[in-house]
């Protein structure tokens, strides 16, 4: 359950037209790009990262891209690469999200088909909820109060040492700078701890009033 929602909701914010929400909270580019310019070089990342063919078949999509006014490419060879290990981690995200939704759904729907099993499906429902609130008011406490070591942490845990990092005048950082983290990772971690107290608060209704 805590993966179900949480990459659950990883998936929904990569969906949505975040960058178009984002920009209009943050600093604009100090190095140029105008603010057409800087959601429209986001959105065709985030195409890039929504693409169901692996890295390899469409990495062109940004490598393609071009500097306003010129023929220099948008992202450097360190950032292409980077962006290469980003999608390969979102494709994971979105196959263990598939594993787990079909593991919760079919799983529930088992139990609750059964009448006694029932009890069991409500009890499931409530400690997975519970178990999601746990994991992620943690998560959304250490962004809290340790937000650069948890985005130095989560960098190094998930990527090569010294492939994530870039220039402020690089296009990754104009596009996507530390706030625009910061709030995803906000919205994120408070979105899924939310649904997390729904399902409890479900799970435990449900138990309270049939078990």
Do not use: C
Not at 58 to 81: H, K
Request: net charge negative; no cysteine; charged share 15%.
């Amino acid at each position: 359950m805590p993966f179900f929602l949480g990459l659950g909701m990883i998936r929904a914010v990569i969906a949505w037209d975040y960058p178009a929400f984002e920009y209009q909270r943050i600093s604009p580019d100090q190095f140029g790009f105008t603010p057409e310019e800087r959601l429209e070089y986001a959105h065709a990342t985030l195409d890039y990262l929504q693409r169901s063919e692996p890295s390899a078949e469409t990495i062109y999509l940004l490598e393609d891209l071009r500097l306003p006014n010129s023929n220099d490419p948008l992202y450097n060879e360190a950032e292409i690469s980077h962006m290469v290990d980003v999608k390969n981690l979102t494709d994971a995200i979105r196959n263990i999200w598939w594993i787990t939704a079909v593991l919760v759904v079919v799983g529930l729907g088992y139990l609750l088909s059964q009448p006694a099993l029932r009890p069991v499906g409500y009890r499931a429902i409530y400690q997975g909820g519970w178990a999601t609130v746990i994991i992620l008011a943690a998560i959304a406490l250490f962004i809290g109060i340790g937000w650069s070591t948890f985005f130095v942490q989560f960098h190094e845990l998930l990527f090569p040492p010294g492939t994530w990092t870039f220039r402020y005048s690089d296009s990754l950082i104009r596009l996507f700078p530390e706030q625009f983290w910061f709030d995803i990772g906000v919205i994120m971690s408070g979105g899924a701890l939310l649904l997390g107290i729904l399902v409890t608060g479900l799970g435990y209704w449900l138990t309270k009033k049939f078990v």
